[in-house]
């Protein structure tokens, strides 16, 4: 196993505010890693710090074999890095787009040429070669935005949100794109608010107000998290029963999936109860992501 990034107790402070906290992670080269968690978790701000553009107040990592206290510009160069505003010039034409992205990593001669093309290929747009970003829909923008990013064949790409504000399509398509470079050995970490895109990576790290609460594979985390029996049942006004659901001695949570309410009893004995107490039948399930990571979350505020 090569290691692509290995922290211990990385830390960003902003003032007196622990954006990033003491996160200690190793990611595997070739791995697929989400960053999920909620608004402000500090997803971005470890990314910004694993890609050497932001320093961290303490802690240490390791990105690509680079000491990233002392050799950020190795790392920089050996990158590749979709902010979440991603960088385009909307006035300059695709191909332009392109060529500033190649030019930034020294990229001349017969394999600019070549290169151009490859990336043209991949964000579909060899046709458009010539049209100005500003005319693109926001789904080719940020195809765009990936091939820039991927220009330089790094080894190790970031993309921050890259898929919020397109459509489901083009959504699937992207995440198309990135699960075939991670089969090609590039490792890539994402971060996302969806629970779908999550669920298709090979761990998921799920950030909560700064610290890393966990780092595990889809199936290990919906089958290994939660202490109890989760359960699925259908009642009439869903949102009205939450409460009265979790008042009981033996439900530890309760929460709404659609028109279905998802409860997390204490052991499988409390089923019968369960359904005694409401009238209807409830089916056992594996929790989804997002029970998983509500209940994480809350282990931490309690904490
Ligand atoms: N330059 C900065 N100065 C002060 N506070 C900052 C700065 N950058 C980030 N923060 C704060 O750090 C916290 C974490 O922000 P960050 O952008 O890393 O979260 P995030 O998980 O990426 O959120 P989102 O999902 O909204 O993109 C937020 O409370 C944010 O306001
Ligand atoms: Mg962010």
């Known amino acids: 196993m090569t290691v692509a990034i290995s922290t211990r107790e990385l830390t960003r402070r902003f003032g007196d505010f622990t954006a990033v906290d003491r996160v200690s992670m190793d990611i595997e080269q070739g791995e697929l890693c989400a960053f999920l968690g909620p608004n402000g978790a500090g997803k971005t701000t470890a990314m910004r710090m694993l890609t050497g553009i932001l320093i961290p107040t303490s802690g240490q990592a390791d990105v690509l074999g680079y ?97 919020s504000g397109v459509s489901p399509s083009s959504r699937r398509a992207f995440f198309e794109i990135i699960r075939q470079k991670a089969s090609e050995g ?19 790290a799920f950030f909560n107000q700064g610290r890393l609460l966990a780092l595990d594979s889809p199936d290990y985390l919906r089958n290994n998290v939660l202490e109890g029996h989760m359960v699925e049942l259908e009642l009439p006004e869903p949102v009205s029963q939450l409460e009265r659901l979790k008042a009981l001695p033996y439900v530890k949570e309760c929460s709404l999936h659609g028109l279905m309410l998802h409860v997390l009893v204490r052991e499988v004995n409390d089923q019968t109860a369960l359904e005694q107490y409401t009238g209807v039948q409830a089916q056992p399930i594996i929790p989804s992501l997002e029970d998983v990571f509500i209940a994480l979350a809350k282990t931490r505020e309690s904490r």
């Open 186 to 204: 590039v490792t890539v970490i994402v971060s996302t608010h969806f629970m779908d895109e999550a669920g298709r990576c090979d761990r998921i």
């Open 67 to 163: 000491d990233l206290l002392k050799q950020s510009d190795d790392i920089k160069a050996h990158i590749g890095y979709m902010s979440q505003k991603f960088s385009l010039y909307s006035e300059l034409t695709v191909l332009e787009n392109l060529s500033f992205y190649a030019g930034l990593y020294g990229i001349n001669g017969h394999s600019l040429n070549q290169r151009l093309q490859e990336m043209l290929e991949l964000a579909e747009l060899v046709h458009r070669q010539n049209d100005k970003v500003a005319t693109l829909s926001r789904g080719f923008r940020q195809r765009l935005a990936l091939s820039c990013a991927l220009i330089s064949r790094p080894a190790l790409l970031f993309l921050d949100e890259p898929t």
